[in-house]
């Protein structure tokens, strides 16, 4: 009897704090008093059934810009579990975005989408249009000098008023902004921007200080690496990018940084919703 009780004792409901329970499947405990189920072994995520040591395993794996196939080899799980734990980790890199530039800053957009080539019959035959007239979807970047970091937003639609409300949430009023001679940014001086622009249609790509080469060279790493990947959803595009611009953004720091600041936003993040 005795050793008995020593079992149902052995862990607190993580709900009530009530001592006992009584085990159950896959090494699992239900509370005795509320009847939630929990585990016995410490989790970072409830989600998944991995320890700390097995997501620094897999963070390990990620940041080396591995495969799938790797996380599922390193930590024994399936095909759509390693799919899981890439997009969790993905998210915590979405959500750990810079908060606020100040000075000098650049923006710019780009557009993302698969090759007509490859896209079915009934879209190839409907004739699109390039640039700012294209049917594929904008992203948006800032890319602030002082820090040396970028912020990208995945916009279902390009509009003065969705890029003013970013650039109010992401930079500093008074902080000088450099375009290319899009007529769309011309208000920004209207709302406390100084605003100088590059014409790139007339030939002109930097005056002085005047440029947006940095950003524009993070749309050719972005762009190469998400060929890289191949295709994917739309809904999952904005994971897919978060990855790249945290990786860029944490480009100074070494693998070990890296892989704590990660395993600190798994414990600090909250996981539902789309984003």
């Not at 409907?126 to 049917?135: L, M, R």
């Not at 014409?199 to 524009?216: K, P, V």
């Not at 990855?243 to 909250?270: G, H, P």
Request: glycine share 8%; proline share 3%.
């Amino acid at each position: 009897m005795f050793i008995n009780a020593t079992k149902t004792m052995s862990k607190k409901c993580p709900k009530c704090n009530y001592l006992r329970s009584w085990l159950i499947r896959r090494n699992k405990r239900k509370c005795k008093r509320c009847r939630v189920e929990f585990s016995r072994k410490d989790y970072i995520l409830p989600r998944f059934r991995l320890t700390e040591r097995q997501w620094r395993s897999c963070i390990q794996t990620f940041i080396r810009e591995r495969t799938i196939n790797s996380i599922k080899d390193n930590v024994s799980v399936g095909h759509n579990t390693a799919v899981a734990i890439a997009n969790a980790l993905r998210l915590c890199m979405y959500k750990d975005m810079p908060k606020r530039f100040n000075g000098i800053c650049e923006m710019d957009e780009t557009y993302i989408g698969g090759q007509r080539k490859n896209k079915k019959l009934h879209i190839r035959r409907i004739k699109a249009k390039k640039g700012h007239g294209t049917d594929k979807l904008p992203i948006m970047g800032i890319y602030g000098r002082t820090e040396g970091r970028i912020y990208v937003e995945v916009i279902p639609k390009l509009s003065i008023k969705r890029i003013v409300e970013i650039i109010k949430e992401r930079v500093k009023i008074g902080s000088p902004i450099y375009t290319d001679g899009y007529k769309m940014y011309r208000c920004l001086s209207k709302h406390g921007y100084p605003h100088k622009y590059v014409d790139h249609d007339g030939g002109e790509y930097a005056r002085e200080e005047i440029h947006t080469n940095n950003i524009e060279g993070f749309w050719g790493i972005l762009k190469r690496k998400l060929s890289c990947i191949g295709g994917m959803r739309r809904d999952k595009l904005h994971l897919f990018v978060a990855e790249i611009v945290w990786k860029f953004n944490q480009k100074n720091y070494s693998k070990n940084i890296q892989e704590e600041r990660l395993i600190k936003l798994l414990k600090t993040t909250k996981f539902g919703g789309k984003k």
